[in-house]
């Protein structure tokens, strides 16, 4: 059983792993926009990690933990994959109404939204420091996109901004059915159950005949959004096993973030100029940034500190028997 720093550590780097492939992806599917709408590549996703996941887990023997699921542990799978679904769904329908800079700074209520889900359905507590932060992130990621906000002077704008809090509800939920099985499956085959769900309920709302007309620099893009999709969620399923909820929700809060940063530094390099533009971020964002970032950090040392006095007390107690 790893020690209460080995499990901090251990949550840090899958987290970490979780922002910073969530930060590449926009990136992919911007590129990815001229070969093939967001449900087909979707589909396509969940496909290729159904079935690389599936000879994994299979290869390794680990398939037997099905046989052992209830009836309510199938409804909590079938649930959570749905959410996932909508999720993503929800979050492509939004951008017909939504710039995509204003989606993903309205989708940031998902930290919020998880964090609350932890502490009614888990029980998991949030102390007022903890809170204080959340305000520090949610303050931070409105002066960081403040330039975007400002271009969104339409109506459609709160049937976007609707859209948005039904994706982000839909992910949190997600989230939390997900970790709620961890007793009972590995966070592996969870993912796994979940893949096969998606790839055959999203068939009939695809068009795979679209991806036999990519190019082989499309394909590349293609598979990179199937890697991320194994490596992302891989990591953010094991980032919820050692991590409170509320640990992990502060760390993803970083991804606009990383975003820009990898954004940036494609615009400085020069890579796919025709479709990746600069945001053109001036100071009163950078110190937007710099909020979240600090807010973000406090979480983890605020949490850490409070897993540490509980491990104490848990120790003392059973000393004390």
Known sequence: MPTAKQTFLYGLFFSAVTVLFWGMLPIALKLSGHFSDPITLTWLRFSVAALILGLWQWRRGKLNEFKWLTKQDWLRLLAAGTFLIINYTSFAWSLDFLLPGSAQLSFQIAPLFLALGGLFFLKERINWQQWLCFVGIGLGMLIFFHPVIGQD?????????????????????????????????????????????????????????????????????????????????????????????????????????????????????????????????????LFGMLIVIVSAINVQLISARVQRKAALMTKALNEAV
């Not at 990519?214 to 919820?240: K, R």
């Not at 990383?258 to 600069?278: D, K, N, P, R, Y």
């Open 153 to 285: 002077g339409q109506g459609s704008m709160w049937v976007g901004f609707a859209i948005i809090q039904l994706s982000a509800a839909a992910w949190s939920l997600y989230a939390l059915l997900q970790k709620s099985l961890f007793k009972r499956l590995a966070p592996t085959n969870i993912l796994l159950a979940i893949y096969v769900y998606a790839l055959i309920v999203m068939l009939p709302f695809s068009s795979p005949s679209e991806l036999l007309k990519m190019s082989s620099d499309d394909a590349w893009i293609a598979a990179f959004c199937c890697l991320n999709t194994l490596v992302a969620y891989g990591a953010f399923a094991q980032a919820m096993r050692y991590w409170q909820t509320v640990q992990v929700s502060a760390s993803i809060a970083l991804t606009p973030v990383m975003a820009f940063i990898l954004t940036e530094l494609c615009v400085a390099l020069g890579w796919w100029s025709g479709s990746i533009s600069s945001s053109h971020a001036d100071l009163l964002s």
